[in-house]
């Protein structure tokens, strides 16, 4: 149809053209800067919606590259630059280095590749560097990896934290084996700030490689970073000639170093200022355990039964009434109970007993393990470590947390974590709840063996408390890499076990229907235990614990984190570490 | 004048503007979706662009690939017709940015007028009257009570970001007030992120008359009469006429006058539609100002015999107006009867399909603005309206009879529209007495 039409001008008398002359405009033109192209979606974009948007495209959401000047706005209140002016250095003595570096210098109104100084957001200061990418690809040169070292050294002096966003090319070419040896002087300096017991935290931007990523990026004690940023040593087409394959997609990504347990979270660009202060403030007055008192009241209304200092004592009920309970379900109707699916699970507690619970991901060598929760919170106001095995709620969570079986790089996570506490001085809080550490080929070829024991061997003398809550099932040694601690409480139908039921009478009987026998044999109930010394104290549960009637007992646990905490900070943590030794000497 | 226009738009507007530009010797550039590729508007035009894909977000409402478009087009102006983009003061002011003359009011000015209750302070200013209500916009619950209160009940509660109902609530009782001020306010901060509203005396019956106007950039401000819009279903306007039968000389002088007091207050160019509210026949009350052509626009067209899109252009190209308000004149009457792909009898679900038949009305007075053809495919992701069908007689009586008449003639099959639904109404007895209001439907 479109053929069809005809289309013949209009016929023109001469003079009516210049009779409605136009006003005088220029032709139409997109002006220069107006608009500019994501990387992403290669979609055209205008520049004043990306910077409104905090250079993060607004169709697909990808992430433009964030000038240094723009990321320190972003990231304090107030800022105090170190060492605006550096002398040029040129140490293989490059013709066109100079020239290079001047007009880096000129384009990016930068003296080098980072920016440091002093920052202070939200109250909390902080030594604070940033990379600019359009420096030289923020390539590590002399003048960079001395502002960084002297910025730490300084933070180190002045006892603050240290915050670095990385992002940068990796050496810089023009400096040689002096741009090399960058990597071992900040890398260096950072080691004395940790010494010192400060934080440093790293957050990876788009790109970080090469010799930064091989330094201080991946030194942070916690590792953040921008979704999608590419984060590697070698350049994925360095990896991709060497290898002759082509890369899978998403390889090197945020996404892929969180998989494989090198970063902590990923940070949305708009959380960023959020969850540094968030950081900051959970390691501010990090050093000593200071005593929690519990709300009047609290302690009275407790369904707890507890033991410590060798007497036992009954909170609101007496002796009789324990018995009672205790015959109210058999120890193979416990081990079903404490298997239930509804049966709140660790992050239900996480979130009823703590504020603001920031998670942290990562072995720091192999993987992510989903079947361990591991992060930091505040308990009524101070900073506590949280370890916990995570069941799911259904199959796909089930799936993702695998059953809430640990790999060995859940239980190294879980001991990293537990290190990172001991150097903030911050209480361990473990909640158990595992059928038992995961059986599987990968499992063994990564030592799972060696990862539990190596859990036993630094638990026994963390310099911080531990208490453990067993909220569920208990499996073995499974369940014991996250209860070498200084108490043990657990709910009345949780277990804690040498084994499964069904496992104890296929080795000793051949028969896993005789399970609910061997239950009643192998003293796996909060009771027996109690008995037995293994477990200091018992939360009950008015019915199976559920979401009914989960407030309560997150009163109670909390009542018995309370007793723990103002016990433990009387003694100190040489004295703890030394008590949790003679607790399991005495097995 | 220009030497070529874009057309940001689909449908019978763009066909329509395509017309009117052809007529001037103007070249065209169409735009349009993956999914309009055989869409009349692309075929008609001189050029055509792709903007891509079929949801309008992607296309008709993609602000950078028709600006792209434009200037890789030579282009020198852009139409944006009414809906899509045509109201959005930043696609004006990045036209205005890139030299590109937007056919409509200036950027400021829609934003302006497109703020409710900035809108409503600014006429105001200027002496138009307004529906009682608040002179702020209010965000807290407790203030915008006492206001409520003064008015009294029933109110009104809109968001001043609003549009399509959201954010609206209307309050019978006092003590409602706080509660259902607070769901529209939360209403209004999720569609729109603003949670500022204002309150205002809610008029449940009542005449929809807007008046037209010009204005051109030396200031001259004439009004091309009024329209009555009162058919309505759920604000969406189904018929209407020009003039309003019902008003007297008088008020139509008043209105006018307002009319362009209102337009003259915001500094206004270009062809825009000032809507009032009249609740008796002495009374009446601003509503909002459309900053655009309107859908309705042609029914003044007919009566004025003025080409309202050939003056938009010549306004926007720097002419000054060539008529002055004595020169209007209204001649006889005009109704217009959307025909919208919608199943009247299935609460007006949009229907989409295949045309298999076509057939027009014609004949003295008898004008059609449509989009359609043989084997014409209605797609769903776009406003449902197909054709206009306009009737210009020299009294409403005759009028009414040529719709009664072409609304019979027009044959569209293969899919359902509001077609007989209309023919029902034009043949009520009270549609034809002319004594009816907003609430006609209802």
């Known amino acids: ?587 | 004048m220009f030497n070529k226009i874009l057309i940001a738009n689909r449908g019978e507007i763009a066909v329509r503007i395509i017309r009117a530009c052809r007529e001037m010797g103007i070249s065209t550039v169409a735009v349009y979706s993956e999914a309009d590729k055989g869409a009349l508007h692309a075929m008609l035009a001189d050029e055509a662009v792709c903007i891509g894909p079929a949801v309008p977000s992607e296309s008709y409402l993609n602000i950078e690939n028709i600006i792209s478009a434009t200037v890789a087009s030579g282009a020198e102006a852009i139409h944006p017709g009414f809906g899509f983009l045509s109201e959005n003061a930043r696609f004006a002011e990045l036209c205005e940015k890139c030299s590109i003359k937007f056919i409509g009011p200036s950027s400021k000015v829609i934003s302006a007028m497109g703020d409710k209750a900035n809108a409503r302070k600014t006429v105001k200013q200027a002496g138009v009257p307004v529906i009682p209500g608040s002179d702020e916009s209010v965000i807290d619950e407790k203030r915008a009570q006492i206001i409520a209160d003064e008015i009294g009940y029933p109110v009104i509660i809109k968001a001043s970001a609003g549009g399509g109902g959201k954010g609206m609530r209307v309050v019978e009782r006092k003590e409602d007030f706080e509660e259902l001020f607070i769901i529209a306010r939360t209403e209004a901060v999720n569609s729109f992120g603003n949670g500022s509203m204002y309150v205002e005396k809610y008029i449940e019956k009542a005449k929809h008359i807007e008046v037209q106007i010009l204005a051109d950039k030396a200031g001259n401000i004439v009004s091309l009469g009024e329209r009555d819009c009162s058919i309505q279903r759920k604000h969406q306007k189904l018929i209407e006429e020009a003039p309003a039968s019902s008003l007297t000389e008088e008020m139509r002088r008043k209105m006018g006058k307002a009319a362009v007091r209102a337009a003259k207050a915001c500094g206004y160019t270009n062809a825009g539609t000032v809507e009032f509210l009249l609740p008796d026949s002495q009374t009446f009350y601003f509503m909002e100002m459309n900053t655009r052509l309107q859908v309705e626009h042609s029914v003044t067209e007919e009566v004025t015999g003025i080409d309202i899109v050939k003056e938009q252009i010549k306004v926007a190209a720097g002419q000054a107006l060539d008529f002055s308000q004595e020169d209007v004149k209204i001649n006889g009457h005009a109704i217009e009867c959307r025909i919208n792909a919608e199943d009247a009898e299935n609460n007006f679900r949009p229907c989409s399909g295949k045309i298999t038949e076509v057939f027009l009305p014609a004949g003295k007075g008898v004008r059609i603005e449509h989009c359609i053809f043989h084997d014409f495919k209605v797609l769903p992701f776009y406003d449902s309206m197909l054709l206009k069908l306009i009737v210009h007689d020299d009294t409403r009586m005759n009028a009414i009879r040529k719709m009664q008449s072409a609304l019979g003639e027009l044959i569209i099959d293969g899919i359902t529209t509001t077609q007989d639904f209309l023919y029902d109404i034009v043949h009520e007895e009270r549609f034809v007495s002319g004594n009816f209001d907003t609430g006609y439907l209802k």
Not at chain 1, 68 to 75: D, E, G, T, V, Y
Not at chain 1, 169 to 195: C, F, N, P, V, Y
Not at chain 1, 315 to 332: C, I, L, M, P, Q
Not at chain 1, 423 to 443: L, Q, Y
């Open chain 1, 1 to 587: 149809m479109r053929d069809l039409f005809k289309k013949r001008p209009v016929t023109r008398i001469v003079s009516e053209s210049i009779a409605s002359p136009m006003e005088n405009t220029a032709a139409p033109e997109v002006p220069e800067g107006l608009w500019k192209k994501c990387n992403y979606c290669r979609k055209p974009l205008f520049t004043d919606d990306v910077a409104e948007n905090n250079f993060i495209c607004p169709k697909c959401g990808g992430y433009f590259r964030l000038h240094a000047r723009r990321r320190i706005a972003q990231m304090s209140d107030e800022f105090t630059e170190w060492d605006e002016t550096m002398e040029f250095v040129n140490p293989l003595g490059k013709k066109d280095y100079e020239s290079k570096h001047r007009t880096a210098q000129e384009k990016s109104k930068l003296n080098e590749a980072v920016v440091t100084g002093l920052a202070r957001l939200e109250g909390e200061e902080y030594v604070l560097g940033v990379m600019d990418n359009r420096f030289m690809m923020a390539s590590m040169g002399s003048i960079v990896g001395e502002k960084i070292t002297r910025a730490v050294e300084e933070a180190t002096k002045r006892k603050l934290p240290v915050v670095l966003f990385c992002c940068s090319g990796g050496a810089r070419m023009q400096e040689g084996m002096i741009s090399l040896m960058q990597m071992a002087k900040t890398s260096a300096a950072l080691k004395r700030h940790s010494d010192a017991g400060l934080l440093y935290i790293s957050v990876l931007t788009e790109p970080t490689t090469g010799g930064v990523t091989a330094s201080f990026a991946m030194l942070g004690d916690i590792i953040l970073a921008e979704p999608g940023a590419l984060i590697g040593f070698a350049g994925p087409r360095v990896i991709e000639q060497t290898i002759g394959e082509k890369l899978p997609k998403g390889f090197q990504r945020s996404e892929f170093q969180l998989e494989h347990g090198f970063v902590d979270a990923i940070v949305e660009r708009n959380d960023c200022r959020k969850t540094i202060s968030l950081l900051l403030k959970l390691h501010k007055n990090g050093k000593g355990i200071c005593a929690m008192h519990s709300r009047e009241g609290e302690q009275a209304e407790c369904r707890r039964m507890l033991e410590f200092a060798g007497k036992e004592e009954y909170t609101v009920y007496d002796k009789g009434f324990f018995e009672a309970r205790e015959k109210e379900f058999s120890a193979w109707e416990r081990v079903q109970i404490s298997r239930r699916n509804t049966r709140p699970t660790a992050l239900d507690y996480i979130s009823l007993m703590f504020d603001s619970f920031f998670e942290l991901h990562g072995d720091r060598g192999a993987a992510d393990d989903g079947a361990v929760v591991g992060g930091l919170a505040f308990y009524r106001g101070r900073p506590v470590t949280v370890v916990a095995q995570q069941k799911g709620k259904n199959t796909a969570e089930n799936i993702k947390r695998n059953f809430a079986m640990p790999s060995p790089e859940g239980y190294r996570k879980a001991l990293r974590l537990m290190k990172q506490a001991e150097k903030f001085s911050r209480p361990v809080v473990c909640f158990v709840d595992t059928p038992g550490a995961f059986c599987g080929i990968e499992a063994e070829e990564r030592g799972q063996g060696e990862a539990i024991a190596r859990n036993l061997f630094e638990m026994s003398s963390l310099k911080t408390p531990v208490i453990s809550f067993f909220i569920g099932e208990g499996g073995s040694g499974g369940a014991l890499a996250l209860a070498v601690s200084d108490r043990a409480v657990m709910l009345e139908n949780a277990c804690y076990s040498i084994l499964s039921p069904e496992g104890y009478a296929s080795i000793l009987w051949k028969d896993t229907s005789k399970a609910s026998a061997a239950a009643e044999e192998m003293k796996l109930t909060s009771y027996e235990l109690k008995r037995l010394g293994v477990i200091d104290e018992i939360i009950l549960e008015s019915e199976p614990a559920c979401k009914d009637n989960i407030d309560d007992i997150v009163s109670d646990m909390k009542a018995a984190l309370d007793s723990f905490l103002s016990s433990v900070s009387e003694e100190g943590a040489e004295a703890t570490a030394e008590k949790r030794y003679d607790r399991f000497r005495s097995f």
